[in-house]
C-alpha cells in the first residue's frame, strides 16, 4: 500500500514543475513611483502566475540600457512620448505595440492621438499614454501674487527668493516667454543655437536673483514651506503636494505655455513577456487602480477621468491651478532630434560656469 504515497508525490512534482513552466517574470523599465508595492500585491493576487520585477530609470539611462542589449532584458519600459521615435529610428531597441490587446477606450482621445502620432514609425505605433503633467511656476501667493510667466523667476522684487533647476526645461520655458518657438527649431540647429543664444544670456543675468538651483522635488518643498522661496520653477505635481501643506503656495501655468509631458507604456525589442505587459497596462487604467497611482505619482493618469479620479486634495489643487484656456496652451514636448541635447548641454554649462 505504499504506491499513493508515490503517485501523490508524482502528482505534486508534476504539478509544480506546470506552475513553474507556467510562471513568468514582468521586468519593468520605469520612473519611481510608477508601480508601487500596493498596485503590483493586487495585480500579483490577481495574476499569480506573473510576478513584476521593477527597475528605477529615467529617460537617457533607459535609452542607454536598452542600447547595450538591443532592447533585451525588460518586458515593459516608460519613457517620454518624445524619446521614443528617435531611439527607435536610431538604435532599434522598441517593438510595435498590438492596440487590440489594450482598452482603449479607457485612455484620454487627445493623450492617445498624440502619442500615437509622434510614435509612428512605418505606419506601426510604438506606444501609449500612461501619465502626465507639466513643469511651470509655483508661488506663495502671499509673497508673489503677481508672478505670470518664466521670466518673472528674474523680477528683482523677488531678488534672492527664486529659485529654478538648471535642466532642459528652463532653457525651453525661456525660450517661449522670450517669444521663439524652441520646439520648432529642433530640426535645424543653427536656429536653435541661435535660441540658445538669447536664452543663455538671459539666464546668465538672472542668476544675481536667485537664491539657489534646486536639484530635486524634496529640495525644492523645503525651500518653499520655509519661505526661503516664493517663486520657482516646478513640476505641477511637486506643488499639487505641497497646496495639501501650504494653500497659499500655488502651481501657476505660464502665460506663453507651461510645458507638457506626458510619459508611456512602450515594448521593448526583445521583451519576453508581451501578453503580461499588456495585461499590466489595462490593469493600470482601471478606475479603482488610477487613484492608486496618481497618489504615488502625483501625476494624472491619462485616462479619460485622470483629473476625476485624482486624490481629493491634489484634485482641488488642479483646478485652482488652471483654467480651460491653460490648458489649451500646454507646450507638450517635440521629438529630442540628434544634436539637440549636446547644444543643450553645452548651454548649460556656461549658465552654470558663469559669474
Same mark, same amino acid.
Given at each position: ?69 538591443s532592447g533585451a532584458g525588460f ?28 482598452d482603449l477606450t479607457r485612455i ?39 508672478? &505670470? ?5 528674474? =523680477?528683482?522684487? +523677488?531678488?534672492?527668493? /527664486? %529659485?529654478?533647476? $538648471? ?56 525651500l518653499m514651506l520655509s519661505g ?12 499639487? &503636494? ?5 494653500? =497659499?503656495?500655488? +502651481?501657476?501655468?505660464? /502665460? %506663453?505655455?507651461? $510645458? ?96
Open positions: 500500500m505504499r504506491y499513493r504515497p508515490l503517485l501523490l508525490c508524482s502528482a505534486m512534482g508534476l504539478a509544480l514543475t506546470l506552475s513553474s513552466a507556467g510562471a513568468e517574470t514582468l521586468r519593468l523599465l520605469t520612473w519611481g513611483n510608477y508601480a508601487p508595492d500596493e498596485v503590483i500585491a493586487l495585480f500579483e493576487a490577481e495574476y499569480p502566475d506573473i510576478t513584476v520585477e521593477v527597475t528605477l530609470s529615467n529617460n537617457e539611462e533607459m535609452i542607454a540600457k536598452l542600447r547595450a542589449t518586458d515593459l519600459a516608460q519613457p517620454g512620448y518624445n524619446r521614443v521615435e528617435a531611439a527607435q529610428e536610431e538604435f532599434g531597441i522598441y517593438k510595435p505595440m498590438d492596440l487590440s490587446k489594450i484620454d482621445p487627445m493623450l492617445l492621438e498624440k502619442v500615437k502620432a509622434d510614435t509612428t514609425i512605418g505606419g506601426e505605433v510604438y506606444s501609449v499614454p500612461f501619465d502626465w503633467g507639466t513643469t511651470g511656476l509655483m508661488i506663495d501667493k502671499s509673497a508673489a501674487p503677481g508672478v &505670470k510667466d518664466w521670466l518673472d523667476l528674474c =523680477d528683482e522684487a +523677488y531678488k534672492g527668493r /527664486s %529659485s529654478m533647476r $538648471l535642466r532642459r526645461s528652463i532653457l525651453v520655458g525661456t525660450a517661449f516667454a522670450l517669444g521663439h518657438d524652441p520646439f520648432a527649431a529642433y530640426s535645424d540647429l543653427a536656429a536653435y543655437q541661435a535660441i540658445l543664444d538669447d536664452v543663455t544670456e538671459t539666464l546668465i543675468a538672472c542668476k544675481k536673483n536667485l537664491k539657489t538651483y534646486w536639484q530635486g522635488g524634496d529640495d525644492l518643498s523645503a526661503e522661496v516664493v517663486v520657482a520653477e516646478t513640476w505641477d505635481s511637486t506643488a499639487f &503636494k505641497l497646496f495639501e501643506q501650504n494653500p =497659499d503656495i500655488l +502651481y501657476v501655468p505660464p /502665460s %506663453s505655455g507651461a $510645458l507638457g509631458w506626458i510619459d508611456t507604456f512602450t515594448l521593448p525589442a526583445k521583451g519576453e513577456a508581451d501578453d503580461a505587459a499588456y495585461k499590466w497596462i489595462n490593469f493600470t487604467y482601471r478606475p479603482e487602480i488610477v487613484p492608486l497611482l496618481s497618489a504615488n505619482t502625483g501625476s494624472i493618469i491619462a485616462v479619460t477621468d485622470g483629473v476625476a479620479l485624482l486624490p481629493e486634495a491634489v484634485r482641488g489643487a488642479v483646478e485652482a491651478a488652471f483654467t480651460p484656456e491653460d490648458f489649451t496652451k500646454i507646450r507638450f514636448a517635440a521629438q529630442i532630434r540628434p544634436g539637440v541635447e549636446d547644444l543643450e548641454g553645452k548651454a548649460l554649462e556656461k549658465i552654470k560656469a558663469a559669474e
